[in-house]
């Protein structure tokens, strides 16, 4: 490690693939389930960094709310073969296994190796002697080998978002030793459900022939700030908000609200089609039940290709035949939400529908029931979202199973959930909110590492 390794001297670095900010002016962005809620706050309480790659134009590092920002300036080339090429193309079809074909492109691959080179170059450069950097998700998975190779002093975590794929589905992966390889450098990986954790040990005993090293694995559930959320819902302005837009939907007898993002393109659509066969059944009365749909692409989600013509066309088919002049039968919402802009959708919603053919966690789910101070409202909650786990009082449902779909949604729409179910999982929300979660898989890290640099000194094999 030389000097121009350690410019800046941070204790705490974040490297993501996005920056938490809208560059001009600079201030924080805030859509629906972006992970900056949730770290950006803990990142502020240590003076730490966050170093991501960005196609804005240059600048200097900045400072906003306690937080460092460090942009790593990319051209639109890069970006587009990194981000809406292999992270979009390749890995997320891959990572996600939700019906998706992942698609292989050698400039794509060598754009991915670029980035992650250039955000480890900073890190290195970022992080003071001994710091602690967290790396997010698979758009970095090189991160960790790059880095180690240039800091074996720093503490290392990772944390996958994502779900991670059954080792035959990511066997398929042409460059899945180094993927392995630089993933184990890491100090502590985190996962969102033990499900994840199981399918990286699995593909580690059976395709880490590159690498000797088994790293520590955990399990770490992502959670939402709890505390904003309520405060938020007890607003007059926003609450007022949730009348309006109801009235503003026709004041239906029942307000439904499902969330989606790019990455799960096929679970839209299965949600969609379910929901036109209950019309087309006359099963549901879209002149006293209307769904909300609101398509995330921005935030976290902005890097990937928004593909939005088969989801269009399906909401209009929808609309043009179960939907009245001045009353559609999908209300379809296609922008970035702030935070107090979702809370009176999520306030006016009876129904929340949250069925991800494959999740890691869905921060929706627990932003809707966060919302919900007075204990009402229901949850319809995908069985293979990482949120089923910490909430089974939800109305768990295969999403694969149209039928069962169907059945949940009329169930929900025929009765309130229990007051205490509700009351059960905002109570666990509560004692597992954003900051609880970053503290454990700090905390963890910390430990981890210990545990790692007292192997080394023995000269034991991870």
Known sequence: MTAADVTAGYDLVIAAAWLPVHPDPVRWRDGAGNTARVLRATVALHGGAWIAPTTDPPRDPELLDGLWLHPVPLDQVASDDYLHGHCA?????????????????????????????????????????????????????????????????????????????????????????????????????????????????????????????????????????????????????????????????????????????????????????????????????????????????????????????????????????????GQPAVHYVHRELSLPALVPLYLAADVMLALPLQDGMNLAAKEYLAARADDTGRLVLSEFSGAAAELPEADLVNPYDIDAVKAAIIAATQAPARSGDIAAMRHRMRRHDAAAWARGFLSALSEAADTERGRRSIGVAR
């Open 89 to 325: 193309g390749t890995l997320a079809p891959l990572y996600h296994d939700a019906g998706l074909v992942p698609r292989y492109r050698p400039r794509w691959r060598t754009a991915y190796r670029e980035v992650n080179r250039r955000v480890a170059i900073a890190v290195g450069r970022a992080a003071a002697p001994g710091a602690t950097v967290w790396i997010h998700d698979y758009h970095l998975q090189l991160v960790p080998g790059l880095l180690r190779r240039r800091r074996p002093d720093l503490r290392m975590g990772f944390f996958l978002h994502s779900p991670f794929p059954s080792a035959e589905r990511f066997a398929t992966q042409p460059h899945r030793d180094a993927l392995l390889a630089s993933l184990c450098a890491a100090d502590l990986i985190g996962f969102q459900h033990t499900r994840a954790a199981d399918n990286f040990a699995t593909a580690v005993d059976r395709l880490g022939a590159a690498t000797t090293a088994r790293p520590l694995t955990g399990v770490f559930p992502t959670s939402v700030d709890v505390a904003a959320i309520e405060s938020l819902a007890g607003r007059a302005d926003i609450r007022d908000g949730a009348l309006q837009v109801r009235a503003d939907l026709g004041a239906p007898d029942t307000v439904m609200l499902a969330i989606g993002t790019p990455e799960q393109a096929e679970s839209s659509h299965r949600l969609l089609e379910a929901y036109a066969e209950l019309l087309a059944e006359r099963r549901i009365d879209p002149s006293r039940t209307t769904l909300v749909y609101v398509a995330v692409c921005g935030d976290d989600a902005s890097h990937l290709r928004c593909d939005r013509q088969r989801l269009d066309r399906l909401i209009a088919q929808i609309n043009g035949v179960y939907g009245r002049l």
